[in-house]
């Protein structure tokens, strides 16, 4: 006899009929040995199961906080780069203004242009596109 039959116990099992054909139907593709096999791993699964649905109430916060946490992270970077996008505008306007001459409602009709394109494209307006709509094309 192996080892670590020495140590099983053996005791009665009362089950339907249907439970019995799923266990006839399934112990095999669970790569078990006997059907015995399957159901000690069938009560160990299902122990598991409970004791996870009594942690339910601190999974909810392990969960929140690192969320939290990645939020936070991904936060921080997106605000150094929204600065580092807002430096280099101000850079590419300033040196765009001084050399340009454009009247007060010229600007104004752009600006109105240029926030319809960016909704229509969902932000991906390209220089390409710009430059088309700059020459006439």
């Known amino acids: 006899m192996p080892e670590e039959m020495k140590n099983k116990k053996k005791f009665p099992l009362w089950i339907y009929p249907e439970t019995r054909q799923l266990l006839a139907d399934w112990y095999k593709k669970d790569n078990c040995q006997s059907q015995s096999e399957f159901i000690e791993k069938a009560?160990?699964?299902?122990?598991?199961?409970?004791?996870?649905?009594?942690?339910?109430r601190f999974l909810p916060a392990a969960i929140t906080s690192a969320i939290t946490g990645m939020v936070d992270g991904l936060e921080n970077r997106m605000a150094r780069l929204v600065f580092k996008l807002a430096v280099e505008m101000s850079m590419m306007m300033n040196v765009i203004a001084a050399n340009a001459d454009y009247d007060e409602n010229t600007l104004r009709r752009l600006r109105g242009k240029c926030v319809t394109d960016v909704k229509k494209s969902v932000g991906s307006v390209t220089f390409v596109d710009v430059t088309k709509f700059q020459k006439g094309e």
């Open 43 to 56: 009560i160990k699964f299902y122990c598991g199961y409970i004791s996870a649905e009594e942690g339910v």
